[in-house]
């Protein structure tokens, strides 16, 4: 019997995305051959779940779950619009989220980890893949646990918000769906993050010098601009979208509510997708049959 190593499971992982205990039960299989335990991963798994592996997930959902004080917002993506309404992986990326909010993993990895339906939640995503045909990953998640209040807003799934408050339900309820719609970065002008700020004074600062007008003049112009950059991105400075006559802070104060924090995804945030051209492929592929005639 061939011993079986470490350096050889993670090369049968990186070739099949297949979970680690999988690909070692494979390699003990076929005593140690590479060859033989792809293709046993490859009949147990779907020969999909290898090719899928690479391919870029842009698109996905956005999953929350709430208990109480406790909770969790999670983005799951996969390839294609389609299959993020498939009820399969729905209800995959549903199941992830409670799991995190009960369960409190560390990361993504510690996640995959988990125990799911007799197996572990990447066992299940690799099923996954082989029965759908696309790459699945979970990608980032928030959990929340503590006294503050919990609400959730999913806008299409796409852009997921969980905002933790004090007071009045409807209140962060309807700030939750604000957040969704103008995406603020930061709670409050003090909270906007410093690399933002710079970026934006860099802009502010090239804009004012070509303007001609004097240093002090400029100085000014370069500090309103700030300002207004962030009364802009702060979420308690913005103009509440369902009243233009109060700020966000405003309409809080009104209703006696206060909001701690939130957390917003939206589905590929970041991500580069892949950009195919059509046109391009088929002269490749025609040029590529001529070579062969």
Same mark, same amino acid.
């Given at each position: 019997m061939a011993a079986i190593t470490a350096a050889m499971v993670g090369e049968l992982r990186a070739k099949t995305d297949a979970p680690m205990m999988e690909c070692k039960k494979a390699l003990t299989e076929a005593d140690g051959d590479m060859a033989r335990a792809e293709e046993i991963l490859r009949v147990k798994l779907g020969s999909k779940a290898g090719k899928a592996a690479s391919r870029v997930t842009a698109e996905g959902i956005v999953a929350s779950f709430i208990n109480g004080?406790?909770?969790a917002l999670l983005e799951v993506n996969c390839e294609t619009d389609f299959v993020s309404?498939?009820?399969? !992986? &729905?209800?995959?990326?549903?199941?992830?989220?409670?799991? =995190? #909010?009960?369960?409190?993993?560390?990361?993504? #990895?510690a996640l995959l980890a988990l125990p799911m339906n007799g197996s572990?939640?990447?066992?299940?995503?690799?099923?996954? =893949? @082989?029965?759908? @045909?696309?790459? =699945?990953m979970p990608r980032r998640f928030k959990r929340f646990? @503590?006294?503050?209040?919990?609400?959730?807003? &999913?806008? @299409?799934?796409? =852009?997921?918000v969980t905002v933790e408050f004090e007071g009045d339900e409807t209140a962060a309820k309807d700030v939750s769906m604000h957040i969704a719609a103008m995406k603020p970065v930061a709670l409050s002008m003090a909270d906007v993050p410093a690399e933002a700020i710079a970026i934006e004074r860099s802009v502010a600062v090239q804009k004012a010098a070509e303007s001609g007008k004097p240093p002090e003049i400029v100085e000014k112009m370069v500090e309103g601009s700030i300002q207004k950059f962030l009364k802009e991105v702060s979420l308690l400075n913005q103009t509440f979208v369902k009243n233009d006559k109060q700020t966000v802070e405003q309409m809080l104060k009104a209703a006696n509510t206060t909001i701690k924090g939130f957390t917003? !995804?939206?589905v590929g945030e970041g991500i580069e997708k892949r950009q195919d051209d059509f046109a391009a492929e088929v002269a490749a592929q025609v040029a590529a049959a001529k070579a062969t005639a």
């Open positions: 004080t406790t909770g309404k498939n009820d399969d !992986f &729905l209800a995959f990326a549903n199941e992830c989220a409670k799991m =995190i #909010a009960e369960q409190n993993p560390s990361d993504v #990895a572990t939640v990447d066992e299940v995503r690799s099923a996954l =893949i @082989g029965k759908i @045909g696309e790459n =699945i646990a @503590g006294s503050n209040k919990l609400v959730s807003y &999913l806008h @299409g799934a796409r =852009i997921g917003m !995804f939206v």
